[in-house]
């Protein structure tokens, strides 16, 4: 499983339960659609977290980068109802901050013969 990361800001009067719906909304079609294989949604808690990384750090999870990739060419193509649904999140968040990481050990992971 890879795990692409978004962590982010708020535009300023943006309300928080509008942007999660907005969330939902997009990447729970994306699921539906057998784009993306889930996604979480978080907040920072009490303030507790590294502040460089924002108040809202969403998960998106895909069984390996080629389903990544097509994902991302769907939502690239910038038309029709993706698009809409997209520009819904993606107008109100600011200072996003991106990641890629992956299950480990990887489900191929063989040991014992490394050399390193």
Known sequence: MDIYHVWCELKPGVRDMEFAEN???????LREQGKIAGFRITRR???LGQPSLGDFHI???T???AQLDA????VAARAG????????VN??????RIALYRDFPDAGRKTGGEKF
């Open 71 to 74: 994902a991302f060419q769907h």
């Open 45 to 47: 808690k009490l303030g």
């Open 81 to 88: 109802q993706v698009e809409e649904e997209h520009f819904a």
């Open 63 to 65: 069984d390996d980068l």
């Open 91 to 96: 107008s109100m968040a600011t200072n996003l």
């Open 23 to 29: 969330i939902n909304v997009f990447l729970g079609r």
């Open 59 to 61: 998960m998106i999870e």
